[in-house]
């Protein structure tokens, strides 16, 4: 079993930043691959970013490339979501999720991930 516990939501105004984390705890596990999808209300659940462990592909949505970075940090298990020039549209729970197996799923399938966190909330004011 691997938990992820998300933290670094919050209210931001439009054009504002936000950094989100993931820590993923756990016995014996590897991870492959970290992603960040997110839910707005009455909406179904949308790939934002991810990132393979060794930190040398990433891939992004659309609606956020170019505002939005992923990383990770290896030592702690960790993966970060930078999030710039954020949008009213922008407004979801963000949720993280871990991928403990190689898998030919792309990375933004929700298939490729085998836990997911709790969610945080951003809410993102005009």
């Known amino acids: 079993q691997v938990q992820l516990v998300e933290s670094g939501g919050g209210l931001v105004q439009a054009g504002g930043s936000l950094r989100l984390s993931c820590a993923a705890s756990g016995r014996s596990f590897s991870t492959y691959a970290m992603g960040w999808f997110r839910q707005a209300p009455g909406k179904e659940r949308e790939f934002v970013a991810a990132?393979?462990?060794?930190?040398?592909?990433?891939d992004y949505a659309d609606s956020v490339k170019g505002r939005v970075t992923i990383s990770n940090d290896n030592a702690k298990n960790t993966v970060y979501l930078q999030m710039n020039s954020l949008k009213p549209e922008d407004t979801a729970v963000y949720s993280c999720?871990?991928?403990?197996?190689?898998?030919?799923?792309?990375?933004?399938?929700?298939?490729?991930?085998?836990?997911w966190g709790q969610g945080t909330q951003v809410t993102v004011s005009s």
């Open positions: 990132i393979m462990w060794s930190g040398s592909i990433t």
């Open positions: 999720a871990i991928g403990i197996r190689k898998s030919s799923w792309s990375m933004s399938e929700v298939r490729r991930y085998d836990f």
